[in-house]
T-cell receptor, first 114, second 114 residues
Framework: DTEVTQTPKHLVMGMTNKKSLKCEQH?????MYWYKQKAKKPPELMFV???????INESVPSRFSPECPNSSLLNLHLHALQPEDSALYLC?????????????FGQGTRLTVV | GESVGLHLPTLSVQEGDNSIINCAYS??????FIWYKQESGKGPQFIID?????DKRQGQRVTVLLNKTVKHLSLQIAATQPGDSAVYFC?????????????FGGGTRLMVKP
């Protein structure tokens, strides 16, 4: 299994809703990432988890709350989002937080905040 | 190239021609570089990588060139096909105290004319 699986593929939520994005990989990777991508822009790093611990938070607002329940799962909890948070949210994983290896990306969750 | 405003730089080539996509990176301490291909509605897909102790690496129909002196990366695609149409991003892996970070360049849209 060489896939990173993200659910849901599409999500529409109101500004008062609470929702969660899910990401799963079964490649034994010990680094997992959340990226945000706006239209016609490159992916921007939000969070890095190394060995299930949060190692990097790129000054992301607290309305985004990551969670890594185990080495295969990564969640992104969303609460009180704004319309400008609408974007493609990408999860990625790599074998090690310290090795020079590629990151494998999921297909993303297209989030629309109304 | 790097994106400016809402517009991605676009390279338009004839099917069968060779394509060259360029990228300027920012961190002289970066030691690992990746080219990703992103099709519409999908996550980035690994194409080829190169470590900083190399200046050229070849794959199947693709070649990556690295010039550390001017911090420039290029992707050459031989005999470009319609299926190569996508947005191409370079990414650099730099290090900070918390571990590796993968940072993306602005992206270039490749359009292949049949």
């Amino acid at each position: 299994d060489t896939e990173v699986t993200q659910t849901p593929k599409h999500l529409v939520m109101g500004m008062t809703n609470k929702k969660s994005l899910k990401c799963e990989q079964h490649m034994g990777h010990r680094a997992m990432y959340w990226y945000k991508q706006k239209a016609k822009k490159p992916p921007e790093l939000m969070f890095v988890y190394s060995y299930e611990k949060l190692s990097i938070n790129e000054s992301v607002p607290s309305r985004f709350s990551p969670e890594c329940p185990n080495s295969s799962l990564l969640n992104l909890h969303l609460h009180a989002l704004q319309p400008e948070d609408s974007a493609l949210y990408l999860c990625a994983s790599s074998p090690s937080p310290i090795g020079n290896t590629e990151a494998f990306f999921g297909q993303g969750t297209r989030l629309t905040v109304v | 190239g790097e994106s400016v405003g809402l517009h991605l730089p676009t390279l338009s080539v004839q099917e069968g021609d060779n394509s060259i996509i360029n990228c300027a990176y920012s961190n002289s301490a970066s030691d690992y570089f990746i080219w990703y291909k992103q099709e519409s509605g999908k996550g980035p897909q690994f194409i080829i990588d190169i470590r900083s102790n190399m200046d050229k690496r070849q794959g199947q129909r693709v070649t990556v060139l690295l010039n550390k002196t001017v911090k420039h990366l290029s992707l050459q695609i031989a005999a470009t096909q319609p299926g190569d149409s996508a947005v191409y991003f370079c990414a650099e892996r730099g290090r900070n105290n918390a571990g590796n970070m993968l940072t993306f360049g602005g992206g270039t849209r490749l359009m292949v004319k049949p």
